[in-house]
């Protein structure tokens, strides 16, 4: 499996993004897919999830303004993010596992793949 973040950039605090995840190797369909982010000097964060059936989880600062999706016929994995602030700069990173059990925690990072990431810089 290989997944290819791209959609980075530089922009300025209000703007919008779409990130996308490109997927190959296997099926998307039967992966769960998310994004996460490092800042500088920060730790990996997690930032949003979407599970086979369509089901999403966000970290609660972003809820309302990042939105997760996929189109399993583009193998593709988006990230829509609005609003951009001058602490989402990160670089952005996406990752792919199966899961089998109703109960996941998505933030824990324990995923079988994992993509490059893309770089996005807010300005203020």
């Known amino acids: 499996v290989q997944l290819q973040a791209s959609g980075g950039g530089l922009v300025q605090a209000g703007d919008s993004l779409r990130l996308s995840c490109t997927f190959s190797?296997?099926?998307?369909?039967?992966?769960?897919m998310a994004w996460f982010r490092q800042g500088p000097g920060k730790e990996r964060e997690f930032v949003a999830s979407i599970r086979t059936g369509g089901s999403t989880s966000y970290t609660d600062s972003m809820k309302g303004r990042f939105t997760i999706s996929r189109d399993n016929a583009k193998n593709t994995v988006y990230l829509q993010m609005n609003s951009l602030k001058p602490e989402d700069t990160a670089v952005y990173s996406c990752?792919?596992?199966?899961?089998?059990?109703?109960?996941?925690?998505?933030?824990?990072?324990?995923?079988?793949?994992w993509g490059q990431g893309t770089q996005v810089t807010v300005s203020s």
């Open positions: 190797g296997r099926t998307l369909s039967t992966y769960a």
């Open positions: 990752a792919a596992v199966r899961v089998y059990s109703i109960i996941w925690d998505p933030s824990s990072g324990r995923y079988d793949y």
